[in-house]
């Protein structure tokens, strides 16, 4: 079982670094399109805030903070998404994941631009969301056995 | 002078993965697969490949390291005593893999050849077009999600269904 950590510093930049992690995770998934990152390292940071917050403030912070069948529906939302993406590509004409034919008032260049933040949308939750259930169900206590 | 540094790391991935490897303490051994993760991040990023860099120094460096701690807090630090009745085994398919592995080496073209078939065959048209077609410098990126897009979904899909496979494996049993 992970306990609380005893020392106040730790305490406190947990809580300081926490919302600054998440922010930076948003911001390597929206800027994967310039730099590197993308959807599956936004999705593992955002995935290890939770872990961090459960190393400093003890594993029954995640009780409070995660409600673990929710989490478990939003990754499945964030492959739904991905697939469903695909499936708009063909309403709008096009082939399975073909960006450009998405239903979208943009040119299809533009298109193809959106279709790569949606789908790393949903890589994200998929990836952040696996992390975090793993990681409530591995750091519990086996109590009754 | 990159690969004197290439050289270095490599050296050091080496050792890391022995100490990993033969760690009495299985945190010690975690820890120390955490460090190899790391290395290899750097290796990576050394080598110009920064979005693989990336991905190995959140994933290999940090969340596996976690992930293994917690199954650790689960099971035992201690490693088995007993010797595995196939340790000779093992150490023999290790040597057959690790010899062929090294023997085809020569046959891989060398580090940024320009000509080399996997950087003749699509790689210059994805560099060219992927401003023009899909409004993303990042090449990377525009492949992974978009002319290869099957590959990522496909891979999405692997990693949730996994990590929910697992997760309800571990699902505590009631009474």
Redesign the interface.
């Known amino acids: 079982?992970?306990e609380r950590h005893a020392s106040v510093v730790v305490q406190t930049f947990v809580r300081v670094l926490t919302p600054l992690a998440q922010l930076f995770a948003l911001y390597v998934l929206a800027f994967?399109?310039?730099?590197?990152?993308?959807?599956?390292?936004a999705g593992?940071?955002l995935?290890?805030t939770y872990?961090l917050l459960a190393?400093a403030f003890g594993r029954d912070i995640l009780d409070r903070k995660v409600n673990?069948p929710v989490c478990?529906a939003l990754?499945?939302a964030?492959?739904l998404l991905?697939?469903l993406t695909?499936v708009a590509g063909m309403a709008g004409g096009g082939t399975?994941?073909d960006?450009s034919r998405l239903p979208l008032p943009v040119t299809p260049?533009?298109a193809?631009?959106f279709?790569?933040l949606f789908?790393?949308t949903?890589?994200t939750l998929?990836?952040a969301?696996?992390?975090i259930?793993?990681?409530?169900?591995?750091?519990?206590q086996?109590?009754?056995? | 002078m990159s690969e004197l540094i290439l050289a270095g790391l490599l050296v050091l991935l080496v050792l890391l993965a022995v100490v990993a490897v033969r760690a009495p303490d299985l945190l010690l051994a975690v820890i120390t697969l955490g460090a190899y993760g790391f290395v290899m991040s750097l290796i990576w990023a050394v080598m110009g490949a920064l979005d693989v860099a990336f991905t190995e120094a959140v994933v290999g460096a940090g969340a596996t390291t976690v992930l293994f701690l917690a199954a650790l807090l689960r099971t035992s630090r201690r490693r088995s005593p007993a010797a595995s009745p196939l340790r000779w085994v093992a150490l023999a398919v290790a040597l057959g893999t690790g010899g062929a592995v090294l023997g085809v080496t020569s046959g891989l073209p060398r580090w940024g050849d320009p000509t080399s078939a996997p950087a003749t065959h699509v790689s210059p048209r994805y560099l060219v077009r992927t401003l023009s077609e899909t409004a993303t410098p990042n090449a990377v990126t525009s492949v992974l999600a978009d002319y290869r897009g099957y590959d990522t979904l496909v891979e999405t899909t692997v990693i949730f269904t996994a990590g929910l496979g697992c997760w309800l494996l571990l699902t505590p049993r009631r009474r």
Do not use: D, K
């Open positions: 079982m992970i994967g399109h310039y730099s590197p990152g993308g959807g599956f390292q593992v940071i995935g290890a872990i190393l673990q478990v990754g499945a964030g492959v991905y697939a695909g399975f994941l960006y260049v533009r193809r631009y279709g790569i789908i790393e949903g890589v998929g990836v969301a696996t992390l259930i793993l990681f409530c169900r591995l750091g519990e086996e109590s009754n056995r």
